[in-house]
């Protein structure tokens, strides 16, 4: 059987598509049909029910699909070890939440156009757990995420905390209270949010459930900016890094409320595959300036 033939596979389970998964390879659907015939002639089995939409492996083909998956890792393995020395080229594709890409990014990519000149850097955004998804899709090749200290990452993603980040609950400084509070004393005050899926808001909300109380959204938008506006025309409360803070244009509107039961960090960290080969470099070289403009920011606030 063929390596090419068993990345078909993969990518139709993976895609539960013939068409998405010829896409993903930049090949023609007869060719991953035919593909995956070859494997089915070489294995003796249907690997597919062919009834089905979306198109599902049978039993035996998802036991086939969780050997291929081990097949494809040892043959990463093998071919990281032979391309570890020769210098990174072609794409990194990288992926940061858009909250912080503000903070980090274009410092991080400029040295890294210095130091690599022969890579190219395609960069998304998106939630923390959108970017990790993409990593074990093979989508992406690293990603800067913030997520709780102590996050654990499937077996083969690689997860490295490298800095922390303060978020701050603000509010208009016009109704900034004389002394520190609680969650409970400010609920009916509600909160301008990102949408649904924001590790800032799930960790407000998890905190305000262990108190017995609900998360009331007055308005949720993307766009940090956005938000402290909305929240210094007496929108709501709002949640936000304090380097953001203290870079934004309504910061003289806008005051940090003193809460004495929610004071939340969270960890920045690298994740990238098990397997990266010569994209190792520059993926360390990626997280360590991340890391810095991070520091740089929080020294400075």
């Known amino acids: 059987m063929k390596t090419d033939d068993i990345d078909a596979f993969v990518a139709v389970v993976r895609c539960q598509s013939i068409s998405q998964a010829a896409d ?31 198109l599902k492996p049978t039993a035996i083909g998802m036991q086939v699909y ?43 990519l400029k040295h890294l156009r210095g130091q690599f000149p022969d890579l190219r850097a395609q960069v998304v955004t998106g939630w923390g757990a959108n970017l990790v998804s993409k990593i074990e899709r093979g989508e992406l090749d690293a990603a800067a995420a913030l997520f709780p200290a102590g996050k654990v990452f499937a077996e083969n993603i690689v997860g490295e905390s490298i800095g922390k980040l303060e978020l701050v609950a603000v509010c208009a400084k016009a109704d900034l209270p004389k002394k520190p509070i609680k969650l ?34 007055n308005l949720e938008t993307f766009g940090t900016e956005l938000q402290l506006g909305l929240v210094a025309d007496g929108m709501g409360l709002g949640l936000v890094p304090r ?13 940090v409320l003193p809460l004495k039961d929610f004071k939340p960090v969270m960890d920045l960290w690298l994740i990238y ?29």
């Open 273 to 301: 595959p098990r397997f990266l080969g010569n994209l190792q470099a520059a993926v360390n070289a990626f997280g360590e300036w991340v890391a810095q403009s991070l520091k740089q920011e929080r020294d400075a606030a």
């Open 66 to 108: 969780q050997k291929c998956l081990a097949i494809l890792r040892e043959m990463d393995g093998l071919r990281d070890l032979v391309a570890l020395d020769t210098p990174p080229s072609g794409v990194l594709r990288l992926g940061v939440p858009q909250t912080i890409g503000d903070i980090v990014l274009l410092n991080a």
């Open 184 to 217: 409970a004393d400010c609920y009916d005050r509600g909160w301008v949010l990102n949408p649904d899926g924001c590790g800032f808001r799930a960790g407000l909300q998890r905190t305000l459930a262990d108190q017995g109380l609900s998360l009331k959204v």
């Open 243 to 255: 380097p953001l803070l203290e870079r934004s244009a309504h910061y003289e509107s806008l005051a």
């Open 24 to 54: 993903s390879l930049a090949l023609t659907q007869p060719a991953i049909t035919r593909r995956v015939q070859n494997l089915e002639q070489a294995l003796g089995v249907e690997l597919f029910d062919r009834n089905t939409k979306p």
